[in-house]
Nanobody, 118 residues
Framework: QVQLVESGGGLVQVGGSLRLSCAAS????????MGWYRQAPGKQRELVAT???????NYADSVKGRFTISRNNANNTVYLQMNSLKPEDTAVYYC????????????WGQGTQVTVSS
């Protein structure tokens, strides 16, 4: 069983910063991708950023230059540093870990609320 526990969300003013953390535990394949997705009210869940166990990153265009994803492979933790936050960044942010080993394994955290006030 795999569990993902997010922390670090909250309320911040426009232009502020927040750092999200997500700790994954359980039976996790060493070659995996971890990432952050978000869902705003009335919208579909969208990719924010992902990072592989080898360090390759991918960002949504809307966050490039403002958000930075990183990870610690030793303890299966992924971070999202969010700077220059905008009201449109307001959403529930979900942590994800995914890998393929004869089948696709896909796990999600419970989500953490990020609210950017103007």
């Amino acid at each position: 069983q795999v569990q993902l526990v997010e922390s670090g969300g909250g309320l911040v003013q426009v232009g502020g910063s927040l750092r999200l953390s997500c700790a994954a535990s359980g039976s996790i394949f060493s070659r995996n991708a971890m990432g952050w997705y978000r869902q705003a009210p009335g919208k579909q869940r969208e990719l924010v950023a992902t990072i592989t166990s080898g360090g390759s990153t991918n960002y949504a265009d809307s966050v490039k230059g403002r958000f930075t994803i990183s990870r610690n492979n030793a303890n299966n933790t992924v971070y999202l540093q969010m700077n220059s936050l905008k009201p449109e960044d307001t959403a529930v942010y979900y942590c994800n870990v995914r890998w393929f080993w004869f089948a696709t394994y896909d796990y999600w955290g419970q989500g953490t609320q990020v609210t950017v006030s103007s």
